[in-house]
């Protein structure tokens, strides 16, 4: 009798020790524990064939030998080790299956076979040790959204090419699959444009930065910027697509273009007014405040893409052309969000363009609403020439969506449903669920945007639900996925901003791969703990409470 009671402890226990090396965030669709356990020695084979199944096999490589110190022989042909395979199925899914003598990865496609090996990562144990040791397991997994991003504002702060692929390692870990590329804001212009290089030589740097929460106590009196050159682009765009990310870039418009302004005045729609005339009286400046300078505080600001002019227009679709020789998204983000109408109230061009067009002031907008629409559809109209589709920040709403453009709402869901409803496609990524710039804490000891007011904990972030309840089934289909951003006024390092997206990323990641129904917080909470080691195994500055 005792004997039996010895061993049916040992049973449970032996259950136990599975059940606790089986923490894979996001929530696979299906988990079956295994008897048994597969040891990977540094003469196990990895078996891949196609090029996109060796490229996931020197992925894996590349990860056992950063973190465990070796890697592993590739052959093309085997039915031992770790095996991977990719179909040629459209589905992004892949089934798992781990035994005492090998480890297949079958990919619906090669980003499927892909998301298996971040499966398999998430097996291994957390510490380095002699033989690394996984328990058996059989997982089937597809993600419910298809799209699922993370943005990086690089306007207000720059992050250099090592810390943007940093970024983009993390969306991988966490099976995201789109990086939205914020490179165009008031305070910065990022990317390299060759028929334009004052864009660079002028817009990528401000005399100075506000110092505290806006408009300021301070400034630090030190010119401050950066860019990418095009070869840069090229290599980040490289990187992600080898990790099965897609590099959405944004160039902001008609709104937040102060720093191209400064570089070109003629965009204006006032070219001789300084630029310190729209600035906070309270902001401290530093530098020269005479004609169009990049601005140095954070905000909105009234100095904006001139849309009466055709030379604006000129402009924009040369920077757009070699932008998309850079991309080969077919999505352009174009921003669209934040563009006061009060400079084109005044400006003669723009009033010319809204009688030449016959746009009135009526119940529902104001003539200049009506203008950016115009402005809106005129530049989507040249986008979908190019094959490419335009997506823009929810106020492209105002005055009439153009025909084709993606519709992300960030002004809560109500965009995100009014565009749904109008059969347009959606990203969601409402600021009160995903705005990762807000503090994780309610106290916080550096300076966010959110300080002291509000704060957006982990556990809403999981309880977050990309389909608004007030969204008819019907309509549902339009909402692609969605995704969280990390503006920067705030985030000037690259710790800080590791800081701020984890570990909210885990959350957000199982709110958009994972089934609503399979969600449960404590479940993912007591995951979520071993996910905070990965976080130290990787080196990556996380929230730790």
Same mark, same amino acid.
């Given at each position: 009798?005792?004997?039996?009671?010895?061993?049916?402890?040992?049973?449970?226990?032996?259950?136990?020790?599975?059940?606790?090396?089986?923490?894979?965030?996001?929530?696979?669709?299906?988990?079956?524990?295994?008897?048994?356990?597969?040891?990977?020695?540094?003469?196990?084979?990895? %078996?891949?064939?196609?090029?996109?199944?060796?490229?996931?096999?020197?992925?894996?490589?590349?990860?056992?030998?950063?973190?465990?110190?070796?890697?592993?022989?590739?052959?093309?042909?085997?039915?031992?080790?770790?095996?991977?395979?990719?179909?040629?199925?459209?589905?992004?899914?892949?089934?798992?299956?781990?035994?005492?003598?090998?480890?297949?990865?079958?990919?619906?496609?090669?980003?499927?076979?892909?998301?298996?090996? *971040?499966?398999?990562?998430?097996?291994?144990?957390?510490?380095?040790?002699?033989?690394?040791?996984?328990?058996?397991?059989?997982?089937?997994?597809?993600?419910?959204?298809?799209?699922? =991003?993370?943005?990086?504002? %690089?306007?207000?702060?720059?992050?250099?090419?090592?810390? %943007?692929?940093?970024?983009?390692?993390?969306?991988?870990? /966490?099976?995201?699959?789109?990086?939205?590329? /914020?490179?165009?804001?008031?305070?910065?212009?990022?990317?390299?444009?060759?028929?334009?290089?004052?864009?660079?030589?002028?817009?990528?740097?401000?005399?100075?930065?506000?110092?505290?929460?806006?408009?300021?106590?301070?400034?630090?009196?030190?010119?401050?910027?950066?860019?990418?050159?095009?070869?840069?682009?090229?290599?980040?765009?490289?990187?992600?697509?080898?990790?099965?990310?897609?590099?959405?870039?944004?160039?902001?418009?008609?709104? /937040?273009?102060?720093?191209?302004?400064?570089?070109?005045?003629?965009?204006?729609?006032?070219?001789?007014?300084?630029?310190?005339?729209?600035?906070?009286?309270?902001?401290?400046?530093?530098?020269?405040?005479?004609?169009?300078?990049?601005?140095?505080?954070?905000?909105?600001?009234?100095?904006?893409?001139?849309?009466?002019?055709?030379?604006?227009?000129?402009?924009?679709?040369?920077?757009?052309?070699? %932008?998309?020789?850079?991309?080969?998204?077919?999505?352009?983000?174009? =921003?669209?969000?934040?563009?006061?109408?009060?400079?084109?109230?005044?400006?003669?061009?723009?009033?010319?363009?809204?009688?030449?067009?016959?746009?009135?002031?009526?119940?529902? /907008?104001?003539?200049?609403?009506?203008?950016?629409?115009?402005?809106?559809?005129?530049?989507?109209?040249?986008?979908?020439?190019?094959?490419?589709?335009?997506?823009?920040?929810?106020?492209?709403?105002?005055?009439?969506?153009?025909?084709?453009? &993606?519709?992300?709402?960030?002004?809560?869901?109500?965009?995100?449903?009014?565009?749904?409803?109008?059969?347009?496609?959606?990203?969601?990524?409402?600021?009160?669920?995903?705005?990762?710039?807000? *503090?994780?804490?309610?106290?916080?000891?550096?300076?966010?945007?959110?300080?002291?007011?509000?704060?957006?904990?982990?556990?809403?972030?999981?309880?977050?639900?990309?389909?608004?309840?007030?969204?008819?089934?019907?309509?549902?289909?339009?909402?692609? =996925?969605?995704?969280?951003?990390? &503006?920067?006024?705030?985030?000037?390092?690259?710790?800080?901003?590791?800081?701020?997206?984890?570990?909210?990323?885990?959350?957000?990641?199982?709110?958009?791969?994972?089934?609503?129904?399979?969600?449960?917080?404590?479940?993912?909470?007591?995951?979520?703990?071993?996910?905070?080691?990965?976080?130290?195994?990787?080196?990556?500055?996380?929230?730790?409470?």
């Amino acid at each position: 009798m005792k004997r039996n009671i010895v061993l049916f402890f040992l049973a449970i226990t032996s259950r136990i020790g599975v059940a606790q090396d089986i923490n894979i965030i996001p929530q696979p669709s299906s988990v079956q524990q295994k008897q048994g356990r597969f040891i990977i020695k540094r003469t196990t084979p990895i %078996v891949a064939k196609s090029p996109e199944e060796i490229r996931s096999g020197k992925y894996l490589n590349a990860y056992l030998n950063k973190y465990f110190g070796f890697s592993l022989p590739i052959k093309t042909s085997g039915s031992a080790g770790i095996i991977i395979k990719a179909n040629k199925d459209a589905a992004d899914s892949y089934v798992l299956e781990v035994d005492p003598k090998s480890i297949k990865v079958l990919g619906g496609n090669a980003t499927g076979a892909f998301y298996g090996i *971040q499966t398999v990562l998430q097996l291994l144990p957390l510490e380095k040790n002699g033989e690394l040791s996984i328990p058996a397991v059989s997982i089937t997994d597809t993600p419910v959204n298809k799209y699922r =991003g993370l943005m990086l504002d %690089v306007g207000r702060h720059f992050f250099p090419v090592a810390d %943007v692929k940093r970024y983009i390692d993390l969306l991988a870990l /966490h099976k995201m699959n789109y990086f939205h590329w /914020h490179l165009t804001e008031d305070q910065g212009w990022r990317i390299e444009i060759k028929k334009y290089p004052k864009l660079t030589s002028v817009g990528a740097w401000r005399n100075g930065t506000i110092i505290g929460n806006n408009p300021g106590t301070g400034n630090t009196n030190t010119r401050y910027g950066g860019y990418y050159t095009q070869e840069e682009v090229k290599d980040v765009v490289k990187y992600a697509a080898d990790r099965y990310i897609t590099v959405i870039p944004e160039i902001e418009m008609p709104g /937040h273009s102060s720093a191209a302004i400064a570089s070109y005045p003629y965009l204006s729609c006032f070219p001789d007014k300084p630029t310190i005339d729209y600035v906070h009286k309270k902001s401290v400046w530093s530098g020269d405040s005479t004609g169009k300078q990049v601005i140095q505080a954070w905000g909105i600001y009234k100095d904006v893409f001139c849309a009466g002019k055709e030379t604006t227009f000129q402009f924009l679709t040369d920077v757009l052309d070699e %932008v998309m020789s850079l991309f080969p998204a077919k999505i352009i983000h174009i =921003g669209g969000d934040e563009c006061p109408k009060s400079n084109w109230e005044a400006c003669p061009n723009c009033q010319k363009r809204i009688a030449e067009l016959g746009f009135k002031t009526d119940s529902s /907008h104001k003539a200049e609403h009506y203008l950016q629409s115009y402005f809106v559809k005129r530049i989507e109209q040249y986008l979908n020439g190019k094959g490419r589709k335009l997506l823009g920040w929810d106020e492209i709403l105002e005055g009439g969506l153009a025909p084709n453009a &993606w519709v992300m709402s960030w002004r809560g869901e109500k965009g995100g449903i009014e565009a749904a409803r109008s059969a347009h496609n959606v990203v969601m990524t409402p600021n009160t669920y995903a705005y990762f710039d807000h *503090q994780q804490a309610e106290k916080e000891d550096s300076v966010t945007i959110t300080k002291n007011r509000k704060h957006l904990p982990i556990e809403k972030v999981y309880g977050w639900n990309v389909y608004p309840d007030s969204l008819q089934q019907e309509y549902r289909k339009y909402v692609q =996925g969605g995704q969280a951003n990390l &503006w920067t006024e705030y985030v000037t390092n690259p710790g800080k901003a590791e800081y701020m997206l984890l570990p909210r990323l885990a959350a957000l990641c199982e709110s958009l791969w994972t089934a609503p129904a399979k969600k449960q917080w404590s479940d993912f909470n007591t995951r979520l703990q071993v996910q905070k080691k990965r976080y130290s195994l990787w080196g990556y500055n996380y929230y730790g409470k």
